[in-house]
């Protein structure tokens, strides 16, 4: 799925711009720049561009037909990999009605079956080429309804159900506000802070794993044990790619193709909670291993969270999406995830403590030559 705009409107330059114009940013400055810009499956140019904005200028951007931005630290026979997603799960207009309401979709298949069912009278924003149009996603007053059609609206609630109202009365004043098809639909940026150094807002974790990274690659500029690695952050990462059974990602299968890894490190996110074997907030990064037996290049993750003094946790699990194109010996890939409670709902939580030890890990990674 290409993106559908040709370039970054007027509106959104400009606050790249002002957001970029005081030169680097500190780890939370950065992560909530990059959680206030809306970035969809397909329409990921702006937050690239951010990105782009914050990285030192005598850093070299990469930067191809999908959306993928990268930028490369000298060359070597052995390329090694640090990937992270440019694009979260929403919606997009996928039409307007005569009296003005919007009908939605998905550019891409949902996390989870509830994920739809989070719009149901929520507010949201439209990105269109304009700027941005607010939004509710409209609730009836379940006082009046029966207690049927009350138990199939709130439990079985679809997307076929679901109507924005942008204060439209008809198409043709929707389309006057700018809004057109398949312009990305998302919740506000809303950040807000809780107790105990925890962020929560939605889409929040991804964007604090690509911050986090924009944060390695500023301290990796001009040290020499950085030397063939790559750091990229991809679009179209929740794009499956087509074929049958267990289909990687998009943006996974350009980047191996692209640059040819011989080791991979995925930048991502996971689900964090209470107990039940998951990861839990405040306990450090999550190292995910496929259980395909020892790898050198989880050992080499490990002996950075020790140099950096980070607490790291351990998960076992299938390869994932964004793992399955680098997954082929003799090449070696590990998923380094910050974990997110609440992952794929308007809330997710993140604990900065575990976010300031992704950066920490990160750095250390590539200070050491990644362990070779």
């Given at each position: ?9 007027a ?20 992560t909530r720049?990059?959680?206030?810009i809306?970035s969809?499956?397909g ?27 990268a930028?490369r ?72 309804l ?20 942008v ?10 506000k ?18 105990g ?6 889409g ?19 040290r ?88 790291l ?6 390869v ?53």
């Amino acid at each position: 799925m290409g993106s559908r705009k040709a370039k970054i409107p007027a509106w959104a330059a400009a606050l790249v711009c002002l957001a970029a114009a005081a030169g680097a940013a500190d780890l939370k400055t950065l992560t909530r720049d990059l959680f206030a810009i809306p970035s969809t499956t397909g329409n990921e140019e702006i937050l690239a561009a951010r990105i782009r904005a914050s990285l030192p200028k005598t850093l070299a951007v990469e930067a191809d037909a999908l959306g993928t931005i990268a930028v490369r630290f000298g060359e070597a026979p052995r390329t090694t990999l640090l990937l992270a997603g440019l694009d979260g799960v929403g919606h997009m207009v996928s039409g307007i009605r005569p009296d003005g309401y919007l009908t939605l979709d998905r550019p891409v298949p949902a996390p989870h079956a509830r994920f739809d069912a989070y719009l149901l009278g929520q507010p949201v924003i439209i990105s269109t080429a304009q700027g941005p149009v607010q939004g509710v996603v409209a609730q009836p007053s379940l006082h009046l309804l029966t207690q049927e059609r009350r138990i199939a609206l709130l439990e079985g609630f679809s997307l076929e159900e679901a109507l924005v109202d942008v204060g439209a009365r008809s198409e043709k004043e929707a389309r006057a506000k700018g809004i057109e098809i398949l312009d990305p639909v998302t919740y506000p940026a809303a950040l807000t802070e809780l107790a105990g150094e925890q962020w929560a807002g939605p889409g929040l974790g991804a964007k604090a794993a690509a911050a986090a990274l924009v944060c390695a690659a500023e301290a990796a500029t001009g040290r020499a044990a950085a030397g063939g690695s790559i750091i990229a952050w991809a679009a179209q990462t929740k794009l499956p790619a087509r074929g049958r059974g267990a289909r990687p990602a998009v943006g996974a299968v350009r980047a191996k193709e692209t640059w040819r890894p011989v080791r991979t490190v995925v930048v991502d996110v996971i689900a964090a909670g209470k107990g039940d074997g998951f990861p839990f907030p405040g306990g450090g990064p999550v190292l995910v291993r496929s259980g395909s037996g020892p790898s050198a290049l989880a050992g080499a993750v490990e002996t950075a969270a020790l140099a950096a003094a980070a607490p790291l946790q351990f998960v076992t699990r299938p390869v994932s999406s964004l793992e399955r194109p680098f997954a082929d010996p003799p090449a070696e890939v590990v998923t380094l995830a910050l974990p997110v409670r609440f992952l794929h709902t308007p809330s997710e939580i993140v604990a900065l403590g575990d976010l300031r030890s992704l950066r920490d890990i990160l750095i250390r990674f590539l200070e050491t030559g990644d362990g070779r």
